[in-house]
């Protein structure tokens, strides 16, 4: 494994990380029509569905924590399953443990010599932690450092994207989504493992959901709108299972790509369970920044 391929492997972490992260594919940092006074409370999932997938937005978004349990498909991109905790108290925090089970990805990570790594989420910062063979070609340490503010300067439009999705994917964004599509129905009542839910559906456009909600400039949107039409998306359908309590269970996500089919499931339990994500040791991590930097041939570890 040389340089070029470590960049290659690290710049593959991020962009899967950011459209998968155990949580949701396309985060929004706007609030997309939800209203903090909306009101709670049980018979709201009773109303029609804006009135209650506003409140379903704030009860989530109060409930701070989660844990986490998903399983993500990109065609023939990626396949891989995520368990763990996040909260989004004060940014995005926790600690998942990732493993990537199929398409391309899988192979990549097989070349760092493991398929599974451990994902922390802090709030200026996304850590993965890699196998033993990547350290060797990045001088022997484990972590790589992903800082949101890296990603949007060297991903342009993309990478603006990129840090908006990391910094931004929480259970309430799937609702956020829903609300700024427009297009909402109530599908009707089911059990999830055992837990009374109501079930929404809606379909968003996803270039014109971003212009909406993200808040990118000009520019970083047709940047991002190249990207998403170079994956061959252009819709998806979201679906979001929530309890008596107006909490999130579940979460689908389903699209096409030119790459296959986009397919993500998502299942949330443990509202306000405790969150624990330290931030690597320095000795031990990487700055995906510098792995960028550097050149091919070059001397010194991962050139």
């Known amino acids: 494994m040389n340089g070029t391929t470590v960049r ?40 029609d569905p804006i009135a209650a997938l506003r409140t379903i937005q704030n009860t989530t978004d109060k ?43 899988a192979e990549t990570m ?16 996304y850590y993965a932690k ?20 890296d990603l949007e300067r060297i991903g342009g439009g993309s990478g603006a994207y990129m840090k908006d999705a990391m910094q931004n994917s929480t259970p309430h964004q799937s609702v956020k989504m829903l609300l700024a599509s427009g297009d909402v129905k109530k599908v009707g009542e089911e059990k999830v493992r055992g837990v009374n839910t109501t079930h929404y ?28 039409e170079q994956a061959g998306v252009t819709t998806e359908t979201i679906d979001i299972w929530v309890d008596d309590e107006n909490l999130l269970v579940k979460k689908t996500e389903r699209g096409e790509m030119k790459t296959g089919t986009l397919s993500a499931t998502a299942y949330y ?9 330290e931030e690597p040791p320095a000795d031990d991590t990487a700055d995906f920044r510098d792995l960028m930097n550097r050149q091919p041939g070059g001397s010194g570890t991962g050139s």
């Open 8 to 47: 290659r492997m690290a710049l593959a972490v991020a962009a899967a990380t950011a459209l998968t992260g155990g949580v949701t594919a396309c985060g929004s940092s706007d609030d997309s029509g939800g209203s903090k006074g909306s009101g709670d409370g049980k018979g709201s999932l009773n109303a």
């Open 130 to 149: 890699m196998g033993d063979q990547f350290a060797a070609q990045a001088g022997g340490k484990h972590w790589v450092k992903y800082a949101y503010d």
């Open 110 to 125: 097989r070349q760092a010599g493991s398929t599974t790594m451990q994902a922390r989420y802090l709030p200026d910062a």
């Open 63 to 105: 409930a701070d924590s989660a844990k986490v349990q998903s399983e993500t498909t990109m065609g023939s991109v990626m396949s891989m399953k995520a368990d763990g905790a996040l909260g989004w108290a004060d940014g995005l925090s926790g600690t998942m443990t990732i493993t990537y089970t199929g398409g391309q990805m």
């Open 201 to 228: 559906s809606g379909t968003v456009d996803v270039a014109k959901l971003a212009e909406r909600s993200s808040g990118l400039s000009t520019s970083q949107l047709a940047d991002m709108k190249k990207q998403l």
């Open 269 to 277: 339990s443990d509202y306000g369970t405790e969150i624990s994500a």
